[in-house]
C-alpha cells in the first residue's frame, strides 16, 4: 500500500523560506507522478507544484519564481523547497502521489507565515 509522510512544516516569518518533505513507501519512487498541493481554511484544495510526463514540471502562478519541486529517488522522498513566504501562502500544505491512475495523499502539514 502506497503512504506518504510529510515533514517540514511550521511558522515563519515573511520572506522566510521552508523546505516541505513527502517519504513515500510502497512503491517504487520512479513509477509515481509527483505532486504538491495546498488548502487555505474556506478555499478548495489547490495545486501548487507537480511533476508532468517527461519530467516537465508544472507550478501554479503563486508558486512560479519562488516554489521548487524535487524529487530524490533514492531517499524515496519528494521536496517543495519555498522561498520568499507571503502570509497568503498559509494554508495546509499536501503531498502527492499518483501510480496507475490512483491518487494518494499525506496526512497534510501545517505552514503559517506571520507578517
Known amino acids: 500500500q502506497v503512504q506518504l509522510v510529510e515533514s517540514g512544516g511550521g511558522s515563519v516569518q515573511a520572506g522566510d523560506s521552508l523546505t516541505l518533505s513527502c517519504l513515500v513507501s510502497g512503491t517504487e519512487f520512479s513509477l509515481i507522478g509527483m505532486g504538491w498541493y495546498r488548502q487555505i481554511p474556506g478555499k478548495q484544495r489547490e495545486l501548487v507544484a507537480r511533476?508532468?510526463?517527461?519530467?516537465?514540471?508544472d507550478y501554479a502562478w503563486f508558486a512560479k519564481g519562488r516554489f521548487t519541486i524535487s524529487g530524490d529517488t533514492g531517499k524515496q522522498t519528494m521536496y517543495l523547497q519555498m522561498n520568499s513566504l507571503q502570509p497568503d501562502d498559509t494554508a495546509v500544505y499536501y503531498c502527492?502521489?499518483?501510480?496507475?491512475?490512483?491518487?494518494?495523499w499525506g496526512q497534510g502539514t501545517q505552514v503559517t507565515v506571520s507578517s
Open positions: 511533476v508532468v510526463s517527461g519530467g516537465i514540471r
Open positions: 502527492n502521489a499518483v501510480r496507475l491512475r490512483n491518487d494518494y
